[in-house]
């Protein structure tokens, strides 16, 4: 043990094709490497300004409060319950996958009285099931879905249960941990009026912090709790003391991280958020034109799947790990498996911020070919990426 | 605001001497240009051990449960409420600094009944003050106490703590944020059944993890538990399933920051942790010398003293903030200020970590001098300096 320990970090090189991370551009890495400054700090007060301003864009939103959480998506998720929920709450959750049912559990352990509004992996949640819950229910104070289900690849509609939220009187929460940066949120345009998401997925950051967004409606809501927020750490009156006006300590946010955020969306900004939603969705339509040329069946309901993430079915009598095995250890690339009751049943295949080009497509297809017919699953040679060329000319985008 | 987005960061040089961040060990910053792996790939699976196995060595630990939480230190005060407490639980924690009150207000966000145990901003908590608050209590079910207070710089005695929590049937929970790698932790040793600390003081990381341990008692509480912690992000039971055995998936931890811890702990292994524990103790002693022989008057109780954080008052008719901005603009040094009844009282000079320097130690000497010169404090020239020369040479080495 003891001669390990010294040893310098050598870490492999990978091509991340999985649910996130995804490769880290090398500007944000670069990034990094600039020296640390106190949290308080001149230097990186005006840093959190401008990464505020950015997160602003790419949210799609003028809310004053809007801030990166310290921690993972996941934490944003929690924040997001324990700020806006207070024990007794009805709070109606989409659950149609991992995400959604953890949602649920996140709700409960805030003491909220939880509605499920459930579909079957891989679909979306029907408006007509949320309204329909929605009325059952005199006072809901929380609709919250997942927008790019991770576990599924399905990408829920918003538009409708935003309005249904706001007929009802409901705040309307929303996850998007997976499409923020890679697919457009307009929280103000949508009427969302809390969202999270994470800094590894199509922003191209290292994974550590949570963008996070709230509006009027919400901030109301939470200047009405008759009681402290649960989580001391994840309090968001105390944080965004922090991030903006007085600046009061709560925690030592990482500077070294932050500047990986900022310079991560200044890469973005630098492609224009049109451009690599565009790009997103190109590289996601060769993907699924490659696959189902290869015979596989992708598994999220045809209309609504995600660009960044696509989800296709482990073909009958092949081994789900032994193919992700190959691909790891004969390619150096990631991708996902199923989680739940998908698990052995699906892979979830990313292309996410600086992972997202033709490049990944082509050498995924042809990668999963060659670790397919190893395995005993023919397919018509080079087929996947005969599609996937075909896809990328333009000659077959998909809607 | 569209010009200042795309430049390249360019963050100032400081001199981290303030109650934390000290500067990151280049070493470290070089890890966090290796590739990002997926959070399951067996590379990350086996530095996580590495890092498990260096954090028992620094801890004094054979604990299984020891890992680092996706947060700074202040998610690992919650956490280790929100695991150990449930509502109507009696806490006892010793209140004699911002981060015992802290700790007093986390345990209440648990629903915990907290009983403080008080004393001034700068002295210990007595050990019979423990004593008579834990006879007065039927069951206590947690006594919480700071090691090192960074609001105060004073050191709190632990073992007749931990006797006494042990004697009353009550876990026995110890902050060690200033403290892990300056200072000898010794938990088994102790008796201390759960710690958490953080990465950017004495470590030389980035902030972002709190290392973590918690021994069999704790566990045998965490099980017996009647409800789910009220934190997913942050459910030891969750986190440690992805950190041993089975790998589950509960939070994309961040294998580039566990990249930095784990080089982190390599330099600090290097060193060896008696080294550490004597060079912080070396240079804290010379400055608290240099700092008297200036004239200065140092806060904390004497006998009870940091070795890496020192407090020193503000004299009379000067400007705290004055001085800070002298120091941080005209040398590059970071000090912090006072903080509740502290502010503007008091500076805190930190040397931790790889900031914990005999260079450092003189340069503040000096650059204070300047400073509080051209404000109008007289010191004798040199004798800070001089005092700290002397105090290095071994010549006067404090206790």
Request: a negative charge; charged letters at 20%; proline letters at 4%.
């Amino acid at each position: 043990m003891a001669e390990k320990l010294y040893e310098e970090l050598k870490s492999p090189s990978r091509i991340l094709l999985g649910p996130g991370p995804s490769n880290i551009y090398p500007r944000v890495q670069q990034a990094m490497l600039q020296p640390v400054v106190g949290y308080l700090d001149p230097y990186i007060l005006g840093i959190l300004e401008d990464t505020a301003s950015m997160l602003r864009a790419v949210f799609g939103t003028s809310n004053q409060l809007t801030l990166a959480i310290s921690g993972t998506g996941t934490a944003g998720m929690d924040a997001s319950f324990c700020n806006f929920v207070e024990p007794g709450d009805v709070v109606v959750v989409g659950v149609n996958g991992l995400f959604g049912d953890r949602m649920a559990d996140a709700a409960r352990r805030c003491g909220a009285e939880v509605v499920p509004v459930e579909a079957e992996w891989g679909r979306i949640i029907e408006p007509a099931a949320i309204e329909a819950t929605l009325k059952k229910h005199k006072k809901v104070k929380l609709l919250s879905l997942v927008h790019a289900e991770t576990s599924t690849g399905v990408l829920q509609p918003l538009e409708e249960a935003s309005y249904l939220a706001r007929q009802h009187d409901a705040l309307f929460l929303v996850d998007a941990v997976t499409s923020l940066g890679g697919q457009k949120m307009a929280i103000d345009e949508r009427g969302i009026d809390i969202c999270y998401s994470c800094s590894q997925k199509c922003l191209g950051c290292l994974s550590g912090l949570s963008p996070f967004t709230a509006g009027e409606r919400a901030l109301a809501a939470l200047q009405k709790r008759s009681r402290k927020v649960q989580s001391f750490y994840l309090d968001l009156s105390l944080i965004s003391s922090y991030w903006t006006g007085s600046h009061a300590y709560h925690h030592t946010a990482s500077c070294i991280m932050i500047y990986a955020l900022h310079e991560a969306l200044a890469v973005l900004m630098d492609e224009g958020l049109d451009k690599s939603f565009e790009r997103h969705q190109r590289h996601g339509d060769a993907l699924k034109a490659g696959l189902e040329s290869m015979g596989l069946k992708l598994h999220a309901q045809e209309g609504h799947r995600l660009s960044m993430l696509t989800s296709v079915q482990v073909p009958e009598g092949i081994d789900d790990v032994r193919i992700r095995n190959r691909l790891l250890h004969e390619f150096g690339i990631e991708i996902g498996g199923g989680l739940g009751p998908l698990k052995s049943r699906i892979w979830r295949i990313g292309l996410m911020g600086g992972s997202s080009t033709a490049e990944n497509v082509l050498l995924l297809l042809s990668a999963l070919e060659k670790s397919l017919s190893r395995e005993g699953f023919q397919t018509e040679p080079g087929a996947g990426v005969a599609a996937a060329l075909k896809s990328l000319s333009g000659a077959e985008v998909r809607p």
